[in-house]
């Protein structure tokens, strides 16, 4: 049986990047695919760039309101019809290759993620604590007690634009819970680690764009912000239990 990918994208005020980003993928995609972009009311250029693709595997959902990534990411996914649901941002570069990666790691998993390199040098993202590892090792996939420490203690490299899962799973993990206001990759993370349903791939999938307008930040936060991100990790740890 042939399988059909989703790509769920979230847009908001993306035009500078954005055609970079599309054209990467689309040269991976097969033609039953599609991607589902769902634009988060733009201001600028993004939406008339996304109609003017003369595609039939895009789908674009324009929104009036502004409602955040995390909505809009849920929307997405919401709507997409694949059997297995890929996650994009607006401005990375996909590698060749990875299609085909992600369906093959979801032949023996549930869900998926890879590591990124830093667009323009390949080099590994660089960690948020100087000297911890910052990458994902297949061996350690079903760790899970070590994995899911990893991600509350903040040093565990789970970006949803480096995710897939099959759509059992998207069926489990929707809706997002109703605090959920950021971080929705680590809700993945968090459900497929309690569930024992990771794999980890080795290689790299993603070149990351860094720059000022990133949705995930670059910098330290502040005291009060991990406070509260530890919190909201401990509940998706919970709720994760319950589905």
Known sequence: MTERVSVCMATWNGEAYLREQLDSIFAELEPQDEVVVVDDASSDGTVALLR???????????????????????????????????LSDQ??????????????????????????VLLGSDRPLPPPVPGASW??????????????????????????????????????????PEYLDESHDLWIATFA????MMRHIEQPTIRRRIHDENASPSKPRGIAQVLRARWLLLRLWVEAARR
């Open 52 to 86: 003017s693709i003369d595609d039939p595997r895009l789908r674009v959902h324009a929104r009036a309101e502004n409602r955040g990534y995390v909505r809009t990411f849920e929307e997405a996914l919401g709507l997409a019809t694949g059997d297995v649901l890929m």
């Open 91 to 116: 401005d990375d570069v996909w590698i060749p290759g990875r299609r085909a990666l992600f369906l093959d790691a979801l032949e023996s998993a549930a869900v998926a993620a890879s590591n990124l």
């Open 135 to 176: 990458r994902l090792r297949a061996g350690q996939s079903r760790h899970r007690w070590r994995n899911e420490l990893r991600i509350l203690a903040g040093i565990a490299p789970y970006f949803g634009c480096a995710m897939a899962f099959r759509r059992d799973v998207a069926d489990r993990l929707l809706p997002f």
């Open 193 to 196: 680690t309690r569930n024992r």
